[in-house]
């Protein structure tokens, strides 16, 4: 089987930074907040805005009297 180096060097860094932690998920997570903090860098935020139209639905949430519901077809 194929072995890539470079997936394995991220696996072995990956296990050495989760061993510092003791594997304790809470004390990693708090660490990776704490280094963006520091990072000093633009975080950006990819939550949903409300308002808009949910691009499965078809509806439209928000958006005034005249926005058409478009989930239904007429036949």
């Not at 860098?41 to 139209?53: F, I, Q």
């Not at 509806?59 to 478009?70: N, Q, V």
Request: charged content about 40%.
């Amino acid at each position: 089987m194929f072995q890539d180096k470079i997936v394995e060097e991220i696996h072995r860094i990956r296990e050495e930074y989760s061993r510092s932690f003791n594997h304790d998920l809470k004390a990693i997570f708090a660490d990776l907040q704490k280094q963006q903090a520091e990072s000093g860098r633009e975080v950006v935020n990819l939550s949903r805005k409300r308002g808009l139209t949910t691009r499965w639905s078809g509806r439209a949430r928000d958006l005034g009297e005249d926005a058409k519901d478009t989930s239904r077809r007429s036949t």
